[in-house]
């Protein structure tokens, strides 16, 4: 059997930039990947680059993947609308070992159940946290990045970080220099 | 007449991670982007991800674009040896007003003629270089980020500070918070 891949997801308006660092210690270390939209054909970034996703999230074999990655979305609250996203994460949730969100993403793995409990971050206002009526205030925190179990949370600006946090949480070895100014 | 485009070149290989600070500022600064590769068809970068460029460059219209964006490339000598890649480069040299390679892509700009009496930096080890023929060792810099007339070069780890750099040589206006951690 292969190694389990990362299952990435592709929603439209994804942010190629936080994404990048994650994918790149990803592959520095080996681990396999696999991009994953909904309904098949291309996605554009928020930032013009245009992605076929490997497969879809209604055909991935769940037991391809070991852990999910979440890129933020300038569009997350339409992505949030659609319950295929959430479900897809409520289904899976217990045989990933690693669940990575950046910038707005949290806001699927708290609509979708997944951060109950747990501390976390997330590049979305107060206001847009408690307005999303998802958000379990008491467990906010304004880290950079957050971990709670296997459970990774990162603001946007923190993507180099989340990148570093992801390949440690997998056990991956990278050199960090490469990202560093 | 529409505003003239960043060309982003992409080719297989293509470095997502040095050029999605760039791309996420040419973005925030609303200043379209074309990406090009050759032939059609989609082209995976080194971390997996696979993109449909917008274009070709042999369909490009020079009128449409005033700059240029090249990310490194782990096979950059196979790009290198693709005549395709260079002879657009000669072409369309004076018509731009800023071109940004990073990484190994200096190497490209340097084959093409673009760094004749330039300082540059690049993303490889002077053996590289010595081997490639094409550098002029005694403009070199070590510095991450390098200008030079309408010439940016930069090492791969400086991809943040490549992005603010081609977003000031263009006037673009951008928060470079997005990018600090």
Known sequence: MNEAAAAVLLYPQFSEYELSVALSILMQGGKPILT???????????????????????????????????????????????????????????RMTVIAGISSSPLLL???????????????????????????????????????????????RGFIEFGNAVGEALGLSFDEGWYKG
Chains 1, 2 share one sequence.
């Open 36 to 94: 994953a939209g909904v309904e098949g054909g291309p996605v554009k970034g928020e930032a013009g680059l245009i992605c076929i996703p490997d497969t879809n999230i209604e055909d991935l074999y769940h037991e391809e993947i070991d852990s999910l990655v979440l890129p933020g979305c300038m569009d997350i609250m339409i992505i949030a609308d659609d319950e295929r996203w959430t479900a897809f994460l409520k289904e899976i949730e217990s």
């Open 110 to 156: 708290a609509k979708a159940g997944l951060l109950k409990g747990k501390k976390y971050t997330a590049g979305l206002n107060e206001q847009a946290r408690e307005e999303s009526g998802v958000f379990e205030k008491e467990n906010y925190s304004e880290d950079l990045v957050v971990e709670d179990g296997k459970i990774i949370t990162a603001r946007g």
